[in-house]
């Protein structure tokens, strides 16, 4: 059976949710993010902002150069999550097949109903619209890969001032061609280092990869080169999943000011080795690698890894790994503008058996009895000692990350 894969994305979501909040934004210049005195970023941008060279994941401060009469709005995220849910209750009313891969984001599998792909993609489009006001843009494919692609062509190719509502169908049979003409970068795993790889092999196009010996690309890229040529032929076997399983758990924070200070970085780290663990723990996970992340003034990031001997959720032996790799990575006296935390290679709790408390089994009861106390009291209700002298951290702002 020929399967009919829809991709759709919300045309820039916040953006739409705030015209509905706020009509008068309607057809300006705005855009949701943090404050620039804050080092905030832009989230989402409307359209009319995009001429100006706006878009999401630039510093706040950087949008108002290049338009000083941009509107930024810190945004209400709680009712865009609500927005979201009503957006995917529509999916799950046409099909139980729903991969939500973002809040604006998601596929579905409609290849169990009759009607063609085509047509309930443009069903689902006006739904949406006329249920929620918002804006959509949806390909249509056998396959995930290509509707992903399809729908970012047919947002570029929309000719609108506006939200693109585009709707592009690549019929089966059709992929490669459609993929052939693309540069390199639209492809899945095609990142600016593949790129430049690429291109100094002459390959500048999807389908160049497309032509080239296979045996040779694997002999480059190993199995990357692999997935890249099947890619490039427009095969994508992965089915629509249903159930999203967390790969990784992390905190960054982003400072008010650049940071020299080792001991305020080393109070940050704890909170957010802190924040981690107890995530980690309320999820019933072990997680088996550490990762930093650290962000100079200029921008230039960093991030550094390690595997632990054995799988934790214990805060102790997460902080020990993440000040193991920050002593290696920090520069004294160079200005941190980010730093964060994270934990990954994940897998469930097994409980062992024996007549006496082990010294790990120690530490969990005290882990457990902390976390008790924070539930109850707050989470500063019991601090380390290297904590309770240090300033409060009210200039930062904080994000916490679960993939």
């Known amino acids: 059976m020929i399967r009919k894969i829809i991709h759709l994305d919300l045309d820039a979501f916040f953006c ?28 989402s941008c409307s359209y009319p902002a995009r001429k100006y060279g706006i878009h ?33 209750e529509h999916l799950y009313n046409r099909s139980d097949l729903v991969e939500q891969i973002s809040i604006d984001e998601a596929f579905i599998d409609v290849s169990d109903l009759k009607a063609e792909a085509g047509t309930l993609a443009r069903e689902l489009q006006a739904d949406i619209w006329t249920a929620l006001h918002l804006p959509c843009s949806l390909g249509v494919a056998t396959n995930k890969l290509v ?35 693309l540069p390199v970068r639209e492809l899945w795993g095609v990142g600016p280092k593949t790129a430049e790889d690429l291109e100094q092999l002459g390959i500048q ?34 089915p629509v999943s249903t159930e999203h399983e967390t790969k990784s758990i992390s905190q960054e924070t982003t400072f008010a000011r650049d940071i020299t200070d080792p001991d305020q970085l080393h109070r940050t780290l704890l909170h957010q ?31 550094r890894q390690m595997t632990l001997d054995m799988p934790t959720n214990q805060d102790d032996a997460i902080l020990k790994a993440a000040e193991q790799l920050f002593a ?52 500063r209700a019991i601090r380390r000692a290297v904590d309770v002298d240090g300033p409060a951290q009210n200039d930062e702002r904080d994000k916490e990350t679960s993939t």
């Open 16 to 43: 739409a949710v705030e015209e509905q909040h706020d009509p008068s934004l309607r057809g300006k210049a705005f855009a949701v993010g943090g404050m620039p005195e804050h080092r905030g970023v832009i989230a």
């Open 56 to 88: 999401s994941a630039m510093p706040t401060a950087r949008a108002l150069q290049l338009y000083p009469d941009l509107i930024v709005v810190s945004g209400r995220h709680r009712h865009y999550g609500d927005m979201s849910r009503k957006v995917m």
């Open 147 to 181: 509707a992903k692609i399809a729908n970012n062509v047919g947002k570029v190719s929309a000719s609108t001032t506006g939200p693109p509502m585009a709707i592009k169908i690549i019929p089966p049979g059709q992929e490669a061609a459609f993929l052939a003409p």
């Open 205 to 238: 196009t999807i389908g160049d990869i497309a032509q080239w010996p296979v045996d040779d690309f694997i002999a480059r890229f190993g199995q990357h080169g692999e997935d890249l040529a099947r890619r490039a032929r427009g095969i994508d076997t992965r």
């Open 273 to 303: 080795v802190e924040n981690v663990g107890l995530r980690l723990r309320r999820a019933d996970l072990l997680g088996s690698t550490v990762k930093i992340k650290l962000r100079w003034a200029d921008f230039t990031t960093l991030t």
């Open 328 to 379: 290696k990575t920090w520069i004294p006296l160079k200005p941190v503008r980010l730093l964060g935390v994270g934990i990954s290679g994940f897998e469930l709790p097994g409980r062992q058996l024996s007549l006496w408390e082990t010294h790990a089994q120690r530490g969990e009861r005290l882990q457990q009895a902390l976390d008790t106390v924070r539930d109850r009291y707050g989470k």
